[in-house]
């Protein structure tokens, strides 16, 4: 079992920016993909982002890429989103996820992952 925990979400005007974390405890001892996804009202969840075990590779969806940037800490089981010059549209509720042994863009980015946060509302203003 692994269990996930985000912060730093909040409220914030268009053009701001915030810093998601996520700290994954319990069985973490192996390599692993860490993601974020999103789910706003009325709209499915979508993805957001992931990284590799090495942090080597990054996805983005398209709607985030050149604003947001993930990037993680092995040392702390912690993987991070970074979230510059926020728009409206982003206002969502953001989750991380876990799985294990992920290869490849179609792994990284379905939902199909294994493990998931409780999600940590992010809210932009115009």
């Known amino acids: 079992q692994v269990h996930l925990v985000e912060s730093g979400g909040g409220l914030v005007q268009a053009g701001g920016s915030l810093r998601l974390s996520c700290a994954a405890s319990?069985?973490?001892?192996?390599?692993?993909?860490m993601g974020w996804f999103r789910q706003a009202p009325g709209k499915e969840r979508e993805f957001v982002s992931a990284?590799?075990?090495?942090?080597?590779?990054?996805y983005y969806a398209d709607s985030v890429k050149g604003r947001f940037t993930i990037s993680r800490d092995n040392a702390e089981n912690t993987v991070y989103l970074q979230m510059n010059s926020l728009k409206p549209e982003d206002t969502a509720v953001y989750y991380c996820?876990?799985?294990?042994?992920?290869?490849?863009?179609?792994?990284?980015?379905?939902?199909?992952?294994?493990?998931w946060g409780q999600g940590t509302q992010v809210t932009v203003s115009s």
């Open positions: 996820a876990f799985r294990y042994y992920c290869a490849g863009y179609g792994c990284y980015t379905t939902n199909e992952y294994d493990y």
């Open positions: 319990g069985r973490t001892f192996s390599s692993y993909a």
């Open positions: 990284i590799s075990w090495s942090g080597g590779t990054t």
